[in-house]
């Protein structure tokens, strides 16, 4: 019977036929998308043709200034965040480490992670206003509670052997904790930050569709109402590129903290 390496569980390709492959994705869609579109299959209201939506782009760069509704966006989405990150963070690892804080913590964070962001957006906007705050407080929300979850379970995996290990050697509780949970904990934890930076931006076009003046959920909201489909790919094509380069970092930087995971992330 003839092996075939690519069908292998887990066997590593070469990279340039990776990126071979990836390209191909890309340029299937396009095809596709040309396709549809130049045949009149698909009427340009709906989905207009590439070439149509690269010379939207470029009236939106010349001319509407779109990078300022991208770094607006970028910078609400990169806040709301990193201030989920800073509280989830430290929360999940202690859940996952103490079955204490998970019985006080893990149900209440459970129960409202269920709940939609958007149906908070009226309170949000009572307790906050209608500022950068009410904004920010969406992408927290939204982020947050799924973030301290995936943490705790990220710690809660570390092989428990390891642990019983240590304390037969006479480590300490908090050298077990400082020695080997943590260290254990962080190629996970840094994965799972780059999924949920990535959640975050699903949230964006939700955070921005009140009282807001900019931003690229800003642009496809009021595309929308104008019907400039083109304007409204344009931002969604934004966001993906956005997108690829947080992942590319958050990978180069899984590749240089833990060179022994291999090329690491999922």
Not at 71 to 82: H, M, N
Request: charged fraction near 15%; glycine fraction near 8%; charge should be positive.
């Amino acid at each position: 019977m003839v092996k075939c390496k690519f069908l292998t569980p887990k066997a590593e390709i070469a990279a340039p036929l990776y990126l071979t492959l990836s390209a191909l994705t890309f340029i299937l869609l396009g095809v596709v998308w040309s396709a549809l579109t130049y045949s009149d299959l698909i009427p340009p209201m709906f989905l207009p043709p590439p070439d149509k939506v690269i010379k939207d782009g470029i009236i939106l760069f010349s001319e509407f200034n779109l990078l300022d509704d991208i770094w607006a966006s970028v910078l609400r989405v990169t806040i709301g965040f990193l201030l989920a990150a800073v509280i989830a963070v430290p929360l999940g690892i202690l859940m996952g480490t103490l079955k204490v804080c998970e019985a006080l913590v893990e149900p209440l964070l459970s129960f409202i992670r269920y709940m939609p962001a958007s149906a908070f957006i009226p309170l949000f906007i009572l307790w906050l206003g209608i500022g950068e705050s009410e904004k920010i407080a969406v992408i927290f929300f939204g982020t947050f509670f799924p973030l301290a979850l995936m943490i705790m379970d990220v710690t809660k995996n570390v092989p428990h052997d390891l642990i019983e290990t240590s304390y037969t050697l006479g480590v300490s509780r908090l050298g077990v904790f400082r020695r080997i949970i943590l260290p254990s904990s962080m190629p996970g934890i840094i994965d799972t930050l780059r999924i949920a930076f990535g959640w975050a931006w699903t949230y964006l076009v939700v955070a921005e569709i009140v009282a807001a003046g900019s931003g690229l959920g800003y642009m496809i909201m009021q595309s929308q109402r104008f019907l400039k489909t083109g304007n409204i790919i344009v931002g969604i094509v934004v966001i993906g590129i956005i997108g690829i380069l947080i992942d590319v970092v958050f990978k180069w930087l899984y590749a240089r903290m833990f060179p022994w995971m291999g090329k690491g992330g999922r």
